[in-house]
T-cell receptor, first 110, second 113 residues
Framework: GDSVTQMEGPVTLSEEAFLTINCTYT??????LFWYVQYPGEGLQLLLK?????DKGSNKGFEATYRKETTSFHLEKGSVQVSDSAVYFC?????????FGTGTSLTVIP | SAVISQKPSRDICQRGTSLTIQCQVD?????MFWYRQQPGQSLTLIAT?????????ESGFVIDKFPISRPNLTFSTLTVSNMSPEDSSIYLC??????????FGSGTRLTVV
């Protein structure tokens, strides 16, 4: 069935370091792909999305490219900040069914 | 995108009691979803609620334990019944915006003691 596999955490980086969080998916058909972020004590917020192959989603310095050939949607940021500390969820949407990865906790230290 | 208000934001409840969580959306939506996020885990879909029909529950969730109401296109409630410590989780409501993904409420952090 459809699923998302996400890099396990936790991830700890120094401020201004480069971030990559890997996400691969399995799906029949043509899903839309998403990254959600959950800051401490808050609900999920949509970070970025891509609805078809080769689309690049971007927001707040984060980017992810929908790679059909590798079934991946890796999240990247060139220079992380302390305020980026949160849990990041990769997700796919097929039909009206959403599948979430297990989440990757990121801590950025000054 | 739609704005979702969810309440209560958190609660501490005694085992054996029930808690009703409310979810209000600022626009009319066809489908509303309820998720559970257990400590340290990802989101699990509990049920899908359409206005005017019974909710559709995912495997492992039953109506007696998680009754849902959907009286109109902007509101839904989820009740966690006969609670036990294993029900301690964050409960989130969500609405779908076509192919652009879900908008989530801020969640209800439930602790059962």
């Amino acid at each position: 069935g459809d699923s998302v596999t996400q890099m396990e955490g936790p991830v700890t980086l120094s401020e201004e370091a480069f971030l990559t969080i890997n996400c691969t998916y399995t799906a029949t058909g043509y899903p839309s792909l998403f990254w959600y972020v959950q800051y401490p004590g808050e609900g999920l917020q949509l970070l970025l999305k891509a609805t078809k192959a080769d689309d690049k989603g971007s927001n707040k310095g984060f980017e992810a490219t929908y790679r059909k050939e590798t079934t991946s949607f890796h999240l990247e940021k060139g220079s992380v900040q302390v305020s980026d500390s949160a849990v990041y969820f990769c997700a796919l949407l097929t039909g009206n069914q959403f599948y979430f990865g297990t989440g990757t906790s990121l801590t950025v230290i000054p | 995108s739609a704005v979702i208000s969810q309440k209560p934001s958190r609660d501490i409840c005694q085992r054996g009691t029930s808690l009703t969580i409310q979810c209000q959306v600022d626009s009319q939506v066809t489908m509303m979803f309820w998720y559970r996020q257990q400590p340290g885990q990802s989101l699990t879909l509990i049920a899908t609620a359409n206005q005017g029909s019974e909710a559709t529950y995912e495997s492992g969730f039953v109506i007696d334990k998680f009754p849902i109401s959907r009286p109109n296109l902007t509101f839904s409630t989820l009740t966690v019944s006969n609670m036990s410590p294993e029900d301690s989780s964050i409960y989130l409501c969500s609405v779908v915006l076509g192919s652009y993904g879900y908008t989530f409420g801020s969640g209800t952090r439930l602790t059962v003691v």
